[in-house]
T-cell receptor
């Protein structure tokens, strides 16, 4: 079964600084990877996803993530963060077994952007 | 407009009572999921369903039950057997492996 490890539970950063949120997954032949963002007391919103093709995927609000098969990683980066990026971020992997598909999540990383 | 609706947003339960959380979707997705979220533990899968009248236990199914009588609906019952039910519950649906769409969540508190 798949598993996901988010290496940092909290990441404090100053506004306009770069940030990297780390994510590693257990190895699989075929893997789909996702980053979701959650604001307080809300559901999760998809930030970006890797299904196939280019290993670098981008979101509309400046985040990007790179799929690295050899290191089984899918780290999330942003070159310059804003106060509004303060939220919890979840990395997830799609696990398919026995004809059933489910999303496996990491424990989350709380990004706190300070002025 | 299309989406996933969870109700109620806040729910209070007395110890020993069963309570049912509603989840409805109009996205025509086959798959639906229930997750439980606790601080520092991420999302843990309770139950999931790929088609009507079929569902599978997730990692923490004990003390919970579900039904999938209609494609649009996947209610979750938190039974009295669930010893620590206070948590944030999230429902999701998906057309396949490509991504999941989440509702706004229900916060359940035992009083």
């Amino acid at each position: 079964a798949q598993s996901v490890t988010q290496l940092d539970s909290q990441v404090p950063v100053f506004e306009e600084a770069p940030v990297e949120l780390r994510c590693n997954y257990s190895s699989s032949v075929s893997v789909y990877l996702f980053w979701y963002v959650q604001y307080p007391n809300q559901g999760l919103q998809l930030l970006l996803k890797y299904l196939s093709g280019s290993t670098l995927v981008e979101s509309i609000n400046g985040f990007e993530a790179e799929f690295n098969k050899s290191q089984t990683s899918f780290h999330l980066r942003k070159p310059s963060v804003h106060i509004s990026d303060t939220a919890e971020y979840f990395c997830a992997v799609s696990d398919e077994a026995g004809g059933y598909n489910k999303l496996i999540f990491g424990a989350g990383t709380r990004l706190a952007v300070h002025p | 407009d299309g989406g996933i609706t969870q109700s109620p947003k806040y729910l209070f339960r007395k110890e020993g009572q069963n309570v049912t959380l509603s989840c409805e979707q109009n996205l025509n997705h086959d798959a639906m999921y229930w997750y439980r979220q606790d601080p520092g533990q991420g999302l843990r899968l309770i139950y999931y369903s790929q088609i009507v009248n079929d569902f599978q236990k997730g990692d923490i199914a004990e003390g919970y039950s579900v039904s999938r009588e209609k494609k649009e609906s996947f209610p979750l019952t938190v039974t009295s057997a669930q010893k620590n039910p206070t948590a944030f519950y999230l429902c999701a649906s998906a057309p396949g492996r490509t991504e999941a769409f989440f509702g706004q969540g229900t916060r359940l508190t035992v009083v």
